[in-house]
């Protein structure tokens, strides 16, 4: 009996798999081509970004076209490089460095309920002991707390403890949290005296201004910290006073041709990466491929791109090619990117010749600033200039940005729309298995009510059967 009911409803899904397998394999065609463009999607949102950090990279937080800096001497200052920084050569004398202000309390009993001034304020700012024993390593440790806890000082004075061998309790320790003369303070008594000098209050350290020159007969400069701008893009780091006041330490900043190769290398592959994955997504594939009907890809031929038949993704290729391989006017003269290095392959893919690079590079350094520009940063864009008159960084970064922004970009877009698809299958696929499960709920009931009727004849017949045998045998 058990068999009879398998044979059954094998034969009940069987029917309904023929019955029902054009719409199962319209379905997971479908669904096959859905989820092949929500990964095209995916892959396309990562290259364009990462070809537009490696444009913004370039554009923002360095210059396409790099510079290198030698020193005389490295013992004063070491010297970085950042955007904007220009040819040039200066001498530069140090004449002191800045320090940070701090004050040591021995004994710090005298600031009980004591006050901290701030140079250039007019009032002093109290500090509350109430409760607190100062002659206690708990109460100076409370103490150093309450200080750094100040609304008024916490941002401006640092307090802590300085543990002296031989001493029960230890030293206050206050220290500005800047260097530079502005940041000093001044430590006082509860009726405002200065604590500094007989009160057991010293000054461990003077804070003062960096003081620098450009050239030994220059004009002496203040600067509050160590770290110091002397041009745009020129930042020195200073570690020590010259000696004498008229040494100087001589720097010179000059064009750094591999410096500039490395970036362009890195700007071109990023470029071919883009483009190898593009023209992947638009790949037409072997012709004849196809989706089997139960959605599986077929194993003996290659399967189209997800936008092999997009005008729009074919439309963003040339686009970028345009930007970024066309040769374009500047100030007159031709800039052609393959002069400088850009090279189309006969496989289709672009890589860089540092050979023709260098060459155009030594014959005009200046063309390949002007022809990617300061900025690959959309929100710096000129607006009052046609895109098309602005130079390859921003159409380039404007294009990219139009596909790949969050909220109005192309891929925002078309992520929605393929969820809403892909839920639209999920439907249909779940009225599909309804369907097809009342098929077969169908058939299995009118296969047992047929395999039911066949038994009855098979018992009626063999009743018949046993009839007539009886008769013949009366005959006889």
Do not use: C
Not at 258 to 276: C, S, W
């Amino acid at each position: 009996m058990l068999q009879v009911k398998e044979r059954i409803e094998n034969m009940a899904v069987e029917i309904a798999q023929k019955k029902m397998g054009t719409e199962f394999g319209r379905l997971g065609k479908d669904k096959a081509s859905t989820e092949a463009r929500q990964k095209g999607v995916a892959t396309l949102k990562e290259v364009l970004g990462n070809f537009e950090k490696q444009l913004r990279r370039v554009g923002d937080s360095a210059d396409l076209r790099q510079h290198k800096a030698t020193q005389s001497s490295e013992k004063e200052f070491a010297v970085t490089l950042d955007k904007g920084v220009q040819q040039l050569d200066f001498d530069v004398n140090v004449e002191k460095l800045a320090t940070v202000h701090q004050v040591q309390i021995a004994n710090v009993a005298v600031f009980a309920n004591g006050k901290v001034k701030l140079a250039g304020s007019a009032s002093a700012i109290s500090v509350d002991t109430t409760g607190l024993d100062l002659t206690t390593p708990e109460g100076v440790r409370e103490l150093a707390k309450r200080i750094n806890a100040n609304p008024d000082l916490k941002d401006v004075v640092r307090a802590d403890l300085r543990h002296v061998p031989g001493q029960t309790t230890p030293y206050l320790l206050l220290t500005a949290t800047t260097s530079g003369k502005a940041a000093e303070f001044e430590v006082q008594s509860s009726a405002g005296a200065n604590l500094v000098g007989a009160s057991g209050a010293v000054v461990l350290a003077q804070g003062q201004d960096a003081v620098v020159k450009i050239g030994s007969a220059g004009m002496p400069e203040h600067y509050p910290g160590n770290k110091i701008t002397l041009f745009n893009g020129v930042t020195l780091s200073l570690k020590k006073a010259h000696a004498v006041a008229t040494d100087t330490t001589r720097v010179s900043i000059t064009p750094d041709m591999e410096g500039t190769a490395t970036n362009m290398r890195a700007l071109v592959q990023a470029y071919d990466a883009v483009r190898k994955q593009l023209r992947e997504l638009m790949d037409p594939g072997t012709p004849g491929a196809s989706v089997s009907p139960d959605g599986e890809t077929k194993t003996d031929v290659k399967p189209a791109g997800a936008f092999y038949a997009d005008a729009s993704v074919r439309a963003l290729l040339r686009d970028l090619e345009r930007n970024f391989e066309r040769a374009v006017t500047i100030d007159g003269k031709t800039f052609d990117p393959a002069q400088f290095g850009v090279q189309r392959n006969a496989d289709g893919s672009v890589t860089f010749d540092q050979k023709r690079f260098e060459a155009a590079y030594a014959d005009d350094r200046e063309m390949l600033a002007k022809w990617f520009g300061d900025t690959a940063d959309v929100m710096k864009r000129d607006t009052a200039t046609d895109l098309d008159k602005q130079p390859a960084g921003m159409r380039l970064a404007v294009r990219i940005r139009e596909w790949t922004d969050e909220i109005t970009g192309v891929l925002k877009h078309r992520t929605d729309t393929d969820e809403i698809v892909a839920q639209r299958l999920a439907d249909k696929e779940d009225r599909l298995r309804a369907r097809f499960t009342a098929l077969v709920a169908r058939y299995t009931d009118e296969l047992a009510r047929a395999e039911q009727v066949q038994q009855q004849m098979k018992e009626t017949r063999g009743f018949v059967d046993a009839l007539f045998r009886g008769s013949r045998k009366s005959d006889e």
